[in-house]
């Protein structure tokens, strides 16, 4: 092997021991190849430190859209359970964390909920709510825990010219660390000048240190002919698409071909969701017929474009559940989360659609009796009585129904933690709003 993995595993250990504060390290796990090689790296630099100097807290943070390639998350469930076995079993400080999005802000409540158009390459509304954010939080909690945090990521200069310079226009001169556009934080990104063909070297002949072997992750490639989705801290890291593992639902690109090398491999289940994303797109691009004149606003402008007809949202609705009714039994995968479903009745309350219920299309395609009354009609109840409330004040309606929006994504979640605070913003750009009416 030509990469000089001694020379890498003794820069990690040095940087680890050289720091006299014990700050985190925050391993980003996507996965892929990319970041399996830093972790293992680290993992095997890791092993040759006595063990009383282990005394810096390592996080292992993967972030789950919930619109993750299905075959990938099943994949990278079995590792993340089988990395946190054994570093419990070799005592090694790690743990493992997944982040998600906030319910109100995952993809479907959003397109569905809300009649967000499908992200295209101008507008990727999905890219900072699915991945940046919940990922931002978990490394702000840990520098608010220890003041400082080092994020530790497997991007490297070989994969883009973009990429090269947004790290060499970041590092500090001297120094193995960059600053992060995060205060308190800064990035290490061991792995940096490391070839895409050594990467794969280094994975064929080295075992993961967490049991198990590297087969089934090459297969993935090979069939996906895909790259992985790296963990997005920031708008400076490229978002996925092209041949990337990512979300199934992703629309930057023409072609999922992730997808598609794993559909042509053997994986047929993925077909129905393959359909889906295409339909995304037409229902994104053919704006004429899927799209309302009437901004959220009440505005109508010429050559602007408002949210998906509520007619196309429950479309989408009805095709993910009849995918979902096809592949659950036969692959366990769940496409669309009761919880997400409650919010989009929510949603279709606010805006005044009554004529289909998210129950209704529910039981329509699976055959059932599912039973949402009870919640479809407190929603209803709230609606009619905020809008008499508010009647002489309808200014304070959106706000009001803002704030029950965000009270029951953390309910839902059973995750109350900063409601007050996410409130209390709401409240001052709405009085900032109630003085500046144009902004």
């Known amino acids: 092997m030509s990469l000089d993995v001694r020379h890498l595993e003794n820069e990690i250990i040095d940087q680890y021991l050289y720091d006299e504060n014990d700050r985190p390290w925050i391993i980003g ?19 040759k430190i006595e063990p009383i100097l282990l005394k810096r807290r390592i996080y292992v943070v993967c972030n789950d859209t919930m619109v993750e390639n299905p075959r990938m998350v099943k994949f990278i ?48 509304w999905c890219t900072e709510r699915l991945k940046i954010n ?24 070989a994969e883009s010219g973009n990429r090269a310079k947004s790290i060499k226009k970041h590092e500090i001169k001297g120094q193995r660390l960059r600053k992060h556009q995060l205060p308190s934080a800064y990035v290490y990104a061991p792995i940096k000048d490391v070839t ?11 075992p993961p240190p967490w049991g198990g072997t590297h087969k089934e992750l090459v297969t993935l490639y090979r069939n996906a002919n895909a790259g992985d989705c790296p963990l997005v801290i920031d708008e400076t890291t490229p978002s996925c698409g092209n041949s990337r593992f990512g979300c199934w639902t992703c629309t930057v690109v023409n072609k999922d071909k992730s997808m598609e090398g794993l559909i042509d491999n053997g994986e047929e289940w993925m077909q129905p969701l393959s359909e889906i994303r295409d339909f995304l797109v037409e229902t994104r691009d053919n704006q004429e017929k899927y799209r309302s004149r009437e901004r959220r606003n009440g505005e109508i402008k010429e050559g ?12 989408i609705l009805r095709r993910i559940l009849k995918a979902q009714k096809l592949i659950k039994e036969s692959e366990g995968v769940e496409l669309i989360t009761h919880q997400e479903m409650v919010l989009i009745q929510y949603h279709w309350f ?19 009796q599912m039973d949402m009354s009870r919640q479809e009609e407190k929603l209803k109840e709230e609606q009619d009585l905020l809008a008499a409330s508010c009647k002489e004040n309808p200014e304070d309606l ?28 709401r409240l001052d750009q709405h009085l900032k709003s109630l003085k500046n009416p144009k902004s």
């Open 196 to 206: 895409t063909n050594e990467v794969w070297q280094y994975l064929n002949q080295v």
């Open 350 to 368: 606010r805006d005044c659609f009554f004529s289909t219920k998210v129950s209704d299309i529910y039981n329509e395609v699976f055959k059932t």
């Open 304 to 315: 602007v474009w408002g949210p998906l007809l509520f007619e196309t949202r429950a479309e």
């Open 29 to 47: 796990f996507s996965g892929g190849k990319d970041s399996t090689m830093l972790l293992q790296v680290v993992w095997r630099a890791l092993r």
């Open 134 to 157: 919940p990922t931002t939080q978990f490394i702000k909690d840990k520098i608010s825990e220890e003041g400082e945090a080092i994020i530790l990521l497997g991007t490297r200069s």
């Open 398 to 425: 959106q706000f009001i129904m803002d704030s029950l929006a965000l009270q029951k994504t953390k309910t839902l979640l059973i995750r109350k933690r900063g409601l007050q605070a996410d409130i209390e913003n």
């Open 77 to 124: 469930k079995g590792s993340l359970k089988r990395i946190q076995i054994a570093a419990n079993e070799q005592q090694i400080p790690l743990t493992v964390h997944e982040t998600m999005p906030k319910m109100d802000d995952s993809f479907w409540v959003r397109l569905i909920g809300l009649g967000y158009p499908a992200p295209n390459r101008f507008v990727r």
